[in-house]
């Protein structure tokens, strides 16, 4: 029997989305790889609400018009997550 996040994830497909895909999944991608490295770059502690949101902003605004995330493959998008997040952990986050 498959699991329910499947389930919906092939619904999402079927049903024409082009994100079809848990929020785990994106956060993968995404967001951990610069999230890391930024937090590694300045030896933080934890993370914190600013750092998370500086990343936030950083995935978005690297996103090509008309799109809900950037290539995740691109390393420009990771640099930027981590040169946010340490800037935003230096900043007593």
Known sequence: MQSLRFLIT???KTGGSRIA???LRVLAVAAF???FAGALRVRAARFCDPMLLVAARAIAASAPAGQLLPDPL???VHEEVAAGVAAAADAGG
Do not use: I, R
Request: glycine share 34%; net charge negative.
């Open 10 to 12: 092939d619904a999402a």
């Open 21 to 23: 895909a848990g929020g």
């Open 74 to 76: 691109s390393g420009t």
């Open 33 to 35: 790889p610069g999230l």
